[in-house]
């Protein structure tokens, strides 16, 4: 929005506003139902960590206020992060952690040569499958409407999050529990996580720095890891290189972004977004008319209860998208160009299908061979080796 | 020559002094009311129902609408004398989605200046000059963005839904107005459908601490009435690269919106 600021003609008596600031404040920590950490010592003074970013980028970003982001607590989270003990067991063969499935160069998907996961469909520690593929954990920092393919864990769900201040289904914060306890992750408990991460000696001198005293607890865990999430921002690959003036585009690569940006081509922008939208995805969730038939019980419309949400799920993010097949909640498509040939010439017709599906009756785009080369180019300059590569994403060394 | 100086001068005065609109100065004044705008959408003059495929258009074609998203900017309050007042002060430019509670009521920021006035006009979709890509970079407005090998800027407005075509399928069609393109042999022409709307019977008086709620309807048979028949089997399920199609639409979009003062009555 435009702002524009009235410049002050009068004298203002301030002490009503400063009156009304402490009674907002006080309010707003009131409702917090988080319990607050008293054990932060008064001297305890973290780094605050700022995302410097291109001048195209959101500015607004989803930052609980009571896990403000620094250096500390994701330096904290990152060895959480990549710490196969975060599943609360120390064997070998159990091993388990964020990491497990969200590989950097992968983008922090599976991806499908997964080392383990074969075809990039991961698995608990039980060996049951996850309901879905795996989404990249990449730019979640600017997104507001929801997590998961379903959209389930959303800042709306305050009915949980009230009764169960901890364990909740709100926020990236939330993912962690689950990822402890799912049967289909790690199928641990909390409390054995919070145990072992506390006997692990290293960790007391990271948990102080992150949040002022040693002491390891589920939320610090959680928050930690959260921090470490939101800090994985990508914003180097080479169509933000070209968008900078940094570097040109081929000309095939060209006329792959015309395609992807015109109703007339594949008209893929208005759910993956473009220059103007980077994150190359609205975060909002469609039926795009793979199907007919709709049995998945996890789908947007498990959620919402909207009938016109059967078989919709959260658009995903184009960014490295070369590296994050398969693709599709399910997994069905194995690579970019079997998407490509869906897009063209696949698509399903029901009554659930999203508007914006308008090639239906010619069940796609229908482009040609040279058309499909060209998109495929453009959607591979959206890799960012910078991201997949970045040693502050990676596993630490003395992990 | 002098003549001619003279004359041109002595005209300039002459229009200068015949401009009889002059803008109210934004100021802050000392007596003031706010406003409050709320925006509704309606068929056939009842709340719009979406997802439900139960409308005819004026061509005949049975319709449905999933969701509405659009820009108004430019609000301009008139008055009887000519003078009139900006609102500009916090927002000049307003996004309402139809998916989106929160934006279908706009508190403006302005103090405006108590008084009559005498009706109330807007800019459908951002005018050219403020119409430029990048000026929203956070959602849901940055969702809007209008690609740049369209021109650029961002969409006026997205109307989504879908019609019964002849053969009885179900087809989709993305109403979607923003900038147009008329290609050249040399150059491409980019054509700014943006249009003022005069909302009429819009003639109210605010008074001093007063704040108004005005309800804005937006009366989606219109865009495919008057003064073109709009017809989906014939424009198709996508017109961004159909300024034809664009022009048509806005063309009908003069009457689209009426106002309601009764509209929000506690």
Redesign the interface.
């Known amino acids: 929005m435009k702002l524009i600021f009235q410049p002050m003609k009068r004298k203002i008596n301030l002490i009503p506003i400063i009156l009304l600031f402490f009674v907002t404040f006080s309010t707003c920590k009131k409702e917090n139902p988080l319990p607050p950490d008293n054990d932060k010592p008064d001297s305890f003074n973290p780094t605050p960590y700022t995302l410097d970013l291109p001048f195209y980028f959101p500015t607004v970003l989803n930052i609980p206020p009571d896990n403000p982001m620094t250096i500390e607590g994701i330096e904290l989270g990152r060895y959480l992060f990549y710490d196969g003990r975060l599943s609360g067991r120390t064997h070998p063969d159990s091993l388990m952690t964020c990491a497990t499935c969200h590989l950097q160069e992968y983008g922090f998907s599976t991806g499908i040569n997964h080392p383990k996961f074969t075809g990039g469909r991961p698995f608990g520690l039980t060996g049951i499958q996850t309901p879905h593929y795996t989404m990249p954990l990449v730019n979640l920092v600017f997104n507001s409407n929801g997590y998961l393919w379903n959209g389930m864990i959303h800042e709306s769900n305050d009915f949980l999050y009230e009764n169960n201040p901890l364990y909740h289904r709100r926020n990236i914060e939330s993912l962690v529990w689950m990822g402890i306890v799912a049967p289909h992750e790690m199928y641990g408990n909390v409390d054995q996580t919070v145990q072992l991460i506390a006997s692990i000696p290293m960790y007391a001198e990271k948990f102080e720095a992150a949040f002022g005293t040693p002491e390891v607890t589920y939320e610090r865990i959680s928050k930690a890891i959260a921090q470490f999430v939101r800090s994985l921002v990508s914003f180097d690959s080479k169509f933000d290189k070209y968008l900078r003036g940094e570097v040109q585009l081929t000309t095939q690569e060209l006329q792959g972004f015309v395609l992807f940006t015109t109703e007339s081509g594949a008209d893929c922008f208005h759910c993956h977004g473009a220059s103007q939208n980077p994150l190359w995805t609205t975060n909002l969730f469609y039926n795009n008319a793979k199907d007919s038939i709709f049995n998945d019980p996890r789908d947007r419309f498990a959620f919402t209860g909207d009938v016109m949400d059967k078989g919709a799920y959260k658009s995903p993010t184009l960014r490295n998208i070369e590296l994050t097949g398969p693709y599709m909640h399910d997994g069905r498509f194995s690579t970019l160009e079997e998407v490509i040939d869906f897009y063209s010439e696949g698509l399903v017709f029901s009554p659930y299908a999203n508007p914006l599906m308008h090639k239906l009756p010619d069940n796609g785009a229908q482009l040609t061979p040279n058309q499909k080369q060209a998109l495929l180019s453009f959607l591979k300059t959206l890799t960012d080796e910078s991201f997949t590569t970045n040693p502050a994403f990676s596993k630490p060394a003395d992990l | 020559m002098k003549n001619i100086f003279t004359t041109a001068v002595l005209l300039s005065i002459l229009i200068c002094a015949c401009k009889k609109e002059k803008p109210i100065d ?3 004044p000392d007596t003031y009311g706010k406003i409050e705008f709320k925006f509704f959408h309606k068929v056939d003059g009842l709340p719009l129902v979406t ?1 439900t495929l139960k409308y005819i258009n004026e061509a005949g074609n049975l319709y449905e609408v ?2 509405i998203q659009y820009f108004i900017s430019d609000v301009v309050l008139h008055r009887a004398d000519g003078s009139f007042y900006n609102i ?6 307003h996004y309402v989605d139809t998916d989106i509670p929160a934006t279908q009521t706009w508190n403006v920021f302005d103090k405006i200046p108590d008084g009559n006035y005498s009706g109330i006009s807007f800019t459908f979709g951002i005018n050219a000059q ?1 119409n430029q ?7 849901p ?3 809007m ?1 209008w ?4 021109g650029g800027g961002y969409h006026y407005m ?1 109307l ?3 019609w019964q075509d002849p053969q009885q ?6 109403f979607h107005l923003g900038i147009g393109q008329i290609y050249g042999a040399q150059d491409t022409i980019y054509v700014h459908n943006h249009f003022q709307v005069n909302l009429p019977n819009s003639a109210f008086t605010l008074a001093d601490k007063e704040t108004k709620t005005i309800g804005i309807i937006m009366n989606i048979e219109n865009w495919f009435k008057s003064p073109n028949i709009y017809d989906h089997n014939f424009w198709g ?5 159909n300024q034809d199609a664009m022009q048509a639409a806005s063309e009908n979009g003069h009457d689209v919106f009426s106002v309601d003062f009764g509209c929000c009555n506690k």
């Open positions: 934004n100021n802050q997802d999933n969701e500009n002060q916090w927002q000049d430019i403020k890509s990048f000026m929203f970079v956070n959602p407005e940055s969702f963005f690609p740049d090998v369209l997205k989504n839904g879908k399928q179900i087809r989709f069609f993305n399920g996508d017109i961004m690269e």
